[in-house]
């Protein structure tokens, strides 16, 4: 199983970057895909959320609008555009896979978002 994040990196305040996350090793669209976020010495937050057949989204208050989840069952693949992005976005960013049941569940390694000027 393995969950490989990528699309990460500098940006100027302002900014866009896409991240990208691709899963192999189970079955894709039965699991509900979300984004993570963690800043040094703060807790990891729940930044995206995403079901199984894309039928219903959820966003953390601090992204709302400017942030935009999606994924793509057939290359196994969960996207996070993030937009007007500021320094308090800059953090690791994780995906997360959740079998709709709950029955298992796995993280991401991280990507890096440095937002700065």
């Known amino acids: 199983v393995q969950l490989v994040e990528s699309g990460g990196g500098l940006v100027q305040p302002g900014g866009s970057l896409r991240l990208s996350c691709t899963a192999s090793?189970?079955?894709?669209?039965?699991?509900?895909m979300s984004w993570y976020r963690q800043a040094p010495g703060k807790e990891r937050e729940l930044v995206a959320a995403?079901?199984?057949?894309?039928?219903?989204?959820n966003y953390a208050d601090s992204v709302k609008g400017r942030f935009t989840i999606s994924r793509d069952n057939a290359k196994n693949t969960v996207y996070l555009q993030m937009n007007s992005l500021s320094p308090e976005d800059t953090a690791v960013y994780l995906c997360?896979?959740?079998?709709?049941?709950?029955?298992?569940?796995?993280w991401g390694q991280g990507t890096q978002v440095t937002v700065s000027s």
């Open positions: 090793g189970f079955t894709f669209n039965y699991y509900a």
């Open positions: 997360y896979a959740r079998h709709r049941d709950f029955s298992s569940d796995y």
């Open positions: 995403i079901s199984s057949r894309s039928s219903s989204t």
